[in-house]
């Protein structure tokens, strides 16, 4: 039986935990304003809000219902845009929209009011380029985007300021209620929800899947959970803390990408948060995690390729016991990885990279964002005076996995910051990968564009050492 | 009551076919299609679907109870393929259980055996094969001997562009429920109910009247619902009609993509012959079209390409063929801008040519040869407009092209590994359906007793904002408010023989109707009024914000009472009207005639910025001064134009359609694979000014329309890139092959190709 509270009612239902949450919408007369558009997570017609309560702060966040779990549902408030709607008139946002005629054929508009909302619930100041990024994960085909920009700029503006400190609090929700954004019944509804944090987390069986995100499960194989029992990560809020100790970075195995963005480890290394920017959409960094992307072992994996120049530490648990792998040693081949049955990832550990370190993450894909990468890579350069102490350069898209360039980055250690040094540390790249021809690109563009993303990492970090001009001739 | 769609939509109230509350005991329908390109189908085994569980029926060409045909122009299409096959995803059966999942289990255990024969999918080597679906076309005017050899310049190439899918986010759904007496009830999501309806009829072997297609509205069409709804809806039909059930077909995503065609890639030879000051002399074109495996509307596009063959340029010597090409992949049909946009590429792919090779800039060459008022097009229609020229100078006015372009130059200089590229795509699009014979439409417009109104027309509303239109014409020729008037669902019982939705001419023809319609109830209201008043005759009586204005001055005698009073005294308050737009003809013996009733023009300068490094780019802005006429709805136009230049990005850039080389399987069939625009992908600035309006148009209350044109502003996004590039060195620009989309792999393929010829 699954409980829940859906819109403003507690719910209990038979349903198969796996199944998607769309399904289970889309099955009442009363609830068809969220969409089927694609079932796989790339459109936001299905967006929906998914509440959960810590404490006394309540998190709400977009997600894609055609690939949520309905396991996921237990325990949460589920929002959707019939739970949005007044019984008349309508909300700041959809206002917004129908003043600009940001609405055209309208089968995605429920989806872009509800992003737009969820973007509303997680910000105390709203910003008209933040409100648009939130809307990464919408496809709109009519509009060309234009008029929503506008809906969203007009919006921001006449949002107040919240008077709260915390986007999770009560009191956020009760000023957006006042703001016209939420109905009014919302904050109390929201405080009637179990707590996540006392949740106990149910013992391992050996034949349970586990499901992290289910973001790439869910799209590929949709009746991969169909009659097995499931565990669901998210449940385990011990797996998804991040902490900051000493430059020692622990980042839980279950923390979402969105998790990363807002914490401290994407502040401690510059420019983290942007390079996580360019993964998926805003509904699915809010599902899919860290550990999740890793063990999908996605040859093209962001999450992979970024942790991969960190020297990062994976703490394995299984039956007999936990223990310890380098990342960089984790994928063995295609597909293929240092898992036995039973185990999982419960951790990553890395040291936070000193001060003359910097990062840098190059993704290019068909469409910049919202897309997998034809070629993606990382690097993690330190200098001093000039030459390079140590460097670790990642490539996806370019091997049967994600590829730490051990050849590469070993190659580059004592080599002065130079033009000439990019274009070696590029060949060498070049050398070191062995891509092939697929829907993302042949294997002579990725050779050729992670050559040059090799390239784009030395420039951007050392700007001043570095001649363009001599890059490209 | 507000019945305003972008009210319900923003409120998810508004209902597509999937939402449909449906009837008790509907079945639903799963579809068995060819996994082979090309072959003969020598058995299909239904047995083991039809044992499967929930499984109430499959059905196969032999179950077709009238014609196994859908063709529209060219009748060579089976709804469902009982020899050969001729493209992945051709129907060949229809499963009808209870539920969708129980009928694709079942569809799955359909096994068609095909025996494999060889497959084309390019269409010249369909051409060298004589695969054709229709004979060749070629329009010609001007003595083409004497002006190529009054040429300075005669440059020549070849230039393709490639498909495009429409991915509207309804996917084709139809809904067909069995009424009384072996009737049916159709819930389809069409561009055109009459297509609908006169195919299920002929596949049915039932009169027309026995179906009654509705359409309340579409999620997103954009030409892929124009004849492509069509299979769908008959193939729910046909399983209403044999089982006696309501039946659902709704595609999923991946099946909408594999299963239904796209805009037609084109692959063209060209040699256009100037003068030594930049003046075109001569045009002459060879369109491959790849159609696809059946005729579709193929045709009929290819006819939009010839008409567009010079765009807005004034040429005097033309001679454009068209050829349309039979190949094995699923018939390519209606998108946006229908054939048009494939012939503008070509032309401005020669047009840099020229400009190259002359030492001019493209503007120049743009410019001196603008049409104006009095030009003759190669159909011989004489340019009647002035909208071409003024568009371009406004623009120019506004944003000083040549100062971008130098501006764009110092850039260059230092711009490290950016480069920036403009381009300026000025658009001429003739309004009507080139088959003269559609130009047809009609509205029934009812007054209620209490003053409300209902609007019926053969428009579907698909997100072009034809029903706030239609309302908008209603409030405005009765005097009343616009929430007074209701669109209905577009239904072939109320509006019969209609043309599709499309030629982007369903406001201007159906509005027309309305207007009129209108008209008529309006002139009896004022009769009563009239009387009312004691006057024999109205001539000083308006209705003017809901009341009767007598003499200028305002009276006490409402809508609502007045409207009553005229019910009671027994006047008619409704009115069928039909529209035909006057004035066009065409003669497909000579290819010459007035087929337009006026032309759309406008202008945009597409500004971009080239990352060198990576092959990466941004639109940074696109500023269009567009010809709306007067528009009537200036919000929905402004949608529309930026809608449209998007999807026009879209094609020239991200969009593209990969198959696999051996099997011709489509491998983009989802959108993890098949990347349209999305937010970040609009330019950072995209502006519109309407012309200012100074002629007499055909469209409503002077009007123009507006749905297609926009769409070919995003042609200039692949010169814009191509003009970045070329920044360095022109003869990288002209040797490059004009091949579109311009996807990232394909800049960064011709960045490395000149770095290697550098070194």
Request: proline share 5%.
């Amino acid at each position: 039986m699954l409980s829940f509270i859906l819109n403003r009612d507690f719910l209990s239902v038979e349903y198969p935990m796996g199944s998607p949450v769309l399904d289970l919408l889309r099955m009442d007369p009363d609830l068809k304003g969220t969409r089927r558009g694609c079932g796989e997570g790339d459109c936001g017609a299905c967006t929906v809000l998914l509440g959960e309560r810590t404490g006394s702060l309540i998190r709400y966040r977009a997600v894609n219902s055609c690939i949520l779990p309905a396991g996921e549902l237990a325990g949460r408030h589920l929002l959707t845009i019939e739970g949005l709607n007044r019984s008349a008139g309508l909300t700041a946002v959809q206002s917004h929209i129908v003043d600009q005629s940001a609405s055209q054929c309208g089968f995605c508009t429920p989806g872009i009011v509800v992003s737009l909302t969820a973007y509303l619930m997680g910000t105390l100041k709203p910003k008209a380029e933040e409100a648009v990024r939130a809307l990464g994960g919408n496809i709109c085909r009519c509009t060309g985007y234009s008029s929503l920009g506008r809906a969203a700029e007009n919006l921001c503006a006449s949002i107040p300021e919240s008077p709260s400190s915390d986007p999770c609090s009560i009191e956020h929700l009760r000023h957006l209620v006042n703001s016209g954004v939420l109905p009014d019944w919302l904050p109390e509804v929201a405080k009637a929800l179990p707590d996540h944090s006392q949740e106990v987390p149910t013992a391992a069986a050996s034949d349970e899947l586990i499901v992290a995100g289910g973001t790439d499960l869910m799209a590929a194989e949709p009746d991969a959970m169909n009659g097995i029992p499931v565990r669901f990560l998210s449940r385990d809020p011990s797996l998804a803390a991040i902490s900051l100790d000493n430059g020692i970075c622990s980042i839980g195995a279950a923390a979402t990408v969105s998790d990363l963005m807002l914490s401290q480890a994407a502040v401690a290394v510059d420019g983290l948060e942007e390079a996580l920017h360019l993964i998926s959409s805003k509904q699915i960094r809010n599902r899919a995690t860290v550990g999740g992307n890793i063990v999908n072992a996605s040859p093209i994996g962001d999450v992979s390729v970024i942790f991969l120049v960190f020297d990062t530490m994976l703490s394995i648990s299984g039956r007999f016991g936990t223990r310890e792998v380098p990342l960089r040693e984790f994928h063995t081949g295609y597909k293929e990885m240092d898992l036995l049955p039973g185990e999982m990832i419960r951790k990553l550990s890395l040291v936070t990279p000193v001060s003359n370190a910097g990062f840098s993450f190059e993704k290019v894909s068909m469409r910049k964002h919202l897309d997998i990468a034809s070629v993606n890579s990382a690097a993690l350069i330190s200098a001093v005076n000039g030459t390079v102490v140590n460097a670790s350069i990642s490539a996806g898209g370019v091997a049967p996995i994600p590829l730490h360039l051990a050849r590469t980055s070993d190659m580059l250690e004592g080599m002065s910051i130079s033009s000439e040094t990019a274009i070696a540390a590029s060949r060498s790249a070049m050398d070191e990968v062995s891509p092939i021809d697929d829907v993302r690109g042949s294997a002579a563009y990725k050779r050729n564009l992670l050559g040059r993303l090799v390239l784009a990492h030395f420039l951007k970090l050392f700007p001043r050492s570095i001649d363009p001009e001599r890059l490209l001739t | 009551m507000s019945f305003h769609d972008p009210e319900l939509h923003s409120r998810g109230e508004s209902r597509f076919v999937d939402d449909l509350q449906i009837p008790e005991g509907t079945l639903h329908a799963a579809v068995v299609t060819s996994s082979l390109s090309h072959g003969i189908l020598e058995e299909l085994s239904t047995a083991k679907a039809e044992a499967a569980p929930g499984v109430r029926a499959v059905l196969t060409a032999v179950d077709i109870p009238g014609m196994n045909q859908i063709g529209t122009i060219i009748m060579d299409e089976p709804l469902l393929a009982s020899n050969e096959v001729s493209f992945i995803g051709e129907p060949l059966a229809v499963v009808i259980a209870d539920t969708p999942a129980l009928a694709h289990q079942a569809a799955e255990l359909v096994r068609p055996q095909i025996r494999k024969l060889q497959s084309i999918t390019d269409p010249r080597e369909a051409f060298a094969r004589g695969m054709l679906i229709a004979p060749p076309v070629t329009f010609c005017i001007g003595d083409l001997d004497k002006s190529w050899e009054a040429c300075d310049l005669i440059v020549k190439g070849r230039a393709d562009s490639g498909g495009q899918e429409h991915l509207y986010l309804e996917t084709q759904a139809t809904l067909a429920i069995p009424m009384e007496n072996g009737s049916l009830r159709l819930h389809s999501g069409t561009q055109g109910p009459t297509y609908v309806q006169r195919i299920a009829a002929r596949v049915l072997g039932i009169p027309m009247n026995m179906v009654e297609v509705d359409v309340t509205r579409l999620g997103g069409a954009f030409g892929g619902k124009e004849d492509q709804a069509t299979p769908w809806a008959v193939i729910a039909a046909l399983g209403a009609y044999v089982t006696g059930r309501p039946v659902k077909l709704v595609l999923d995503r991946g099946e909408d993509m594999r299963l239904t065609g796209k805009r037609h890639p084109y692959s063209s030879d060209y040699r256009l012959g100037l003068s030594s000051e930049g003046r075109l002399l001569v045009w002459e074109v060879t369109y491959y079209q790849n159609g696809g495996a059946a005729s579709d509307l193929s045709t009929a596009i290819l006819e939009r390409t010839l008409f567009h063959t010079t765009n807005a340029y004034a040429i005097p010597s033309v001679s454009a063929t068209g050829i349309c090409c039979r190949t094995h992949l699923p018939p390519n049909t209606a998108f946006r801008g229908f054939g048009g946009p494939q012939a503008m590429f070509v032309l401005e792919c020669a047009l840099r040519k020229a400009a190259d090779e002359l030492g001019m800039t493209a503007e120049e060459i743009q410019a001196l040869n603008l049409l104006r008022t009095g030009d003759i097009f190669p159909y011989g229609m004489e340019y009647k407009g002035d909208e071409v020229e003024r568009s371009w100078l406004r623009l120019d006015e506004l944003h000083d092209l040549k100062a971008v372009r130098k501006s764009n130059e110092q850039f260059n200089l230092s711009g490290g590994i950016y480069r920036r590229g403009m381009a300026v795509m000025p658009v001429c699009f003739g309004i009507s359906f080139t088959n003269t014979s559609l130009n047809q439409a009609s509205a029934l417009v009812h007054v209620y007793t209490d003053g409300s109104i209902g609007v019926s027309t053969g428009a579907v509303e698909m997100g072009q904002g034809v029903n706030a239109k239609m309302a908008a014409v209603a409030a405005r020729v009765f005097g009343v408010d616009i929430t007074r008037v209701k669109v209905e669902t577009t239904n072939t019982t109320r509006t019969a023989n209609t043309s599709p939705t499309a030629a982007s001419s369903a406001a201007d023809m159906n509005g027309n109707a309305v207007r009129i319609a209108c008209g008529n109830i309006l002139n009896r209201l004022l009769q009563v009024a009239g009387t009312h008043f004691g006057l024999g005759d109205p001539n000083h009586l308006e209705l003017r914000s809901e009341s009767i204005v007598r003499n200028g001055a305002a009276t006490d005698l409402g809508w609502e009472v007045l409207v009553n009073t005229a019910y009671l005294e027994r006047v008619n308050l409704s009115s069928h009207v039909h529209y035909s737009t006057p004035g066009i003809h065409f003669n497909r013996d000579t290819n010459q005639g007035v087929p337009f009733a006026y032309h759309v023009a406008g202008a945009a300068l597409t500004e971009v910025t080239l990352d060198r490094l990576r092959g990466t780019y941004t639109v940074d802005a696109v500023r269009i001064v567009h010809d709306c006429g007067d528009s009537i709805a200036p919000l929905i136009d402004r949608g529309q134009i930026e809608g449209g230049l998007l999807q026009g990005i879209g094609w020239m850039t991200i969009e593209d359609l990969k198959y696999d080389t051996a099997s011709r399987a489509l491998l983009t069939d989802s959108l993890a694979t098949y990347k349209v625009p999305d937010i970040y992908s609009t330019p950072a600035d995209v502006e519109v000014e309407f012309l200012e309006c100074h002629s007499e148009n055909a469209g409503v209350f002077n009007s123009k329309a507006v749905g297609e044109p926009p769409f070919m502003y995003g042609i200039g996004a692949y010169f814009a890139l191509l003009d970045a590039l070329g920044s360095d060195d022109a003869e990288r620009r002209r040797n490059e092959p004009m091949t579109a989309p311009m996807t990232a792999e394909r800049l960064l393929g011709i960045l490395i190709r000149e770095k290697r010829k550098d070194s």
